[in-house]
């Protein structure tokens, strides 16, 4: 199939677009580099079946006079749609970055489709659209108030994917994520933290209080779980949660995991308050039922996802004993 991924540079689409390659599909890349790199890419640039396009999807001009020429009458069926802002705190200072780059991309993207008779789209969004509750993270829960820009934007971003697939489409996949992490991050608490200890600090500052607690997903299960999806899924609009079977790794685990996997040996300095910055969720904890129940199910849990990633990217960085 010839499938196009936007934000195919950034962590999640380029281990996408390795495994789409690896099952036989040929793949257009579009990414503005904003924060994805050609060095993710460095495997797939090397497959005859891979091309790479520097767009950006933001601006419908750019969109038509550089990608339309390039999907006429080639025979693209489906699109990955993984663009957006992925720095939520960016968001809340300036509303402009997720309505740029979280839903004008989306936006952009379906009229792209519409031009040239695409008919399946597959999106990435996020817990954020469920905004802070007490109980479990379910498909069906309501009302929807993020409290990001950014999870408004995905919001909105399904409401028009969902309105596109009852006027044009054939059928959409809606991916809400939980936190997720592996090699190529290009951002997030390990990323983070690993960039203060490369400054050799006397103590290691996090964010909050430590007691924030999420679920962590490995890119590797995510890719796979999200290809299960796609290809098992009946629904016209199949909107599943992905995520680990438990409650999640706590903000402080992590850290002393990082302190542990570095071998720098420094002690926690946390900064207080029950969140890391304005327009985080502090706590949630997925219902992932739905997804078991069409037959996938993670084996790893939320630390050892952590644990996994954090080894991944120590060396990646450079920062291990
Ligand atoms: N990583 C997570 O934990 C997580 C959680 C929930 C949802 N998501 C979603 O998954 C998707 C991929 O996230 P990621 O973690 O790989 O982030 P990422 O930042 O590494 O990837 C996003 C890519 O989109 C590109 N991009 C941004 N704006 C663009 C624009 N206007 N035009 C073209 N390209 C643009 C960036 O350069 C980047 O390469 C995003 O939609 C994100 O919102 C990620």
Redesign the pocket.
Known sequence: MNIII??A?????SHLADRLLERGDSVLG???????TRENLAAALTNPRFRLLS????NDAAVQAVIDPLVEGQGFGAVWH?????DIPAGVADPGVDL???FL?TYNILNLMRRHGMSEIAF?????VYGEHKEQLVETLGPLLPISNYGAM?LASEGAISAAVESHFKRACIFR?????GSRG???VIYDLLGKLSGRPNTLEVLGDGTQKKPYLHVSELVEAMLFIWDKAPDKIALYNIGPEDEGAKVSTIAQTVVDVSGRGVPLQFTGGDRGWVGDVPRFFYSVEKLAKLGWRPRMKSEQAVRRAVEELAVERGITP
Request: charged share 15%; with cysteine.
């Open positions: 936007t934000g540079a950034g962590f999640i689409g579009i990414d503005n580099f904003a924060r994805g767009c950006d999807l933001a993984l663009a957006a802002n992925s740029k780059d979280t991309t990435a969004s996020t817990s954020a995905k994520f939980p936190n997720v992490v290009t951002h997030g």
